[in-house]
């Protein structure tokens, strides 16, 4: 299952990136962060694309992991609700 991760923010962004990738049945395609220089190091850390808009990424993935700050999180799982199939 193709999986992405919104934003590089929240603490456990780094840990559950480690996740995504050491799961066979994952196939981590990248990121999106509205912290354009954040999400493309962490990105380049993981060898993951990075996204310069999140609906782009929506159309790519069938899940979604959200690590943004928590007072995002609502606006990105509605976000991404209305586009991951």
């Known amino acids: 299952m193709k999986v ?3 934003s ?3 603490v456990h962004a780094q840990s559950y ?10 196939e981590f395609v990248g990121l999106w962060d509205d912290d354009r220089k954040r999400g493309m ?3 380049k850390s993981l060898n993951v694309a990075f ?5 782009e990424l ?5 899940i979604v992991v959200v690590t943004s700050e ?3 999180h ?3 799982v509605l976000q991404a609700s209305k586009s991951v199939r």
């Open 4 to 6: 992405g991760m919104i």
């Open 8 to 10: 590089a923010a929240h």
């Open 17 to 26: 990136a480690e996740i995504l990738r050491s799961e066979d049945r994952f």
């Open 41 to 43: 190091e962490f990105a």
């Open 51 to 55: 996204y310069d808009e999140l609906t």
């Open 58 to 62: 929506l159309n790519d993935v069938e």
């Open 70 to 72: 928590n007072t995002k």
């Open 74 to 76: 609502t606006h990105h």
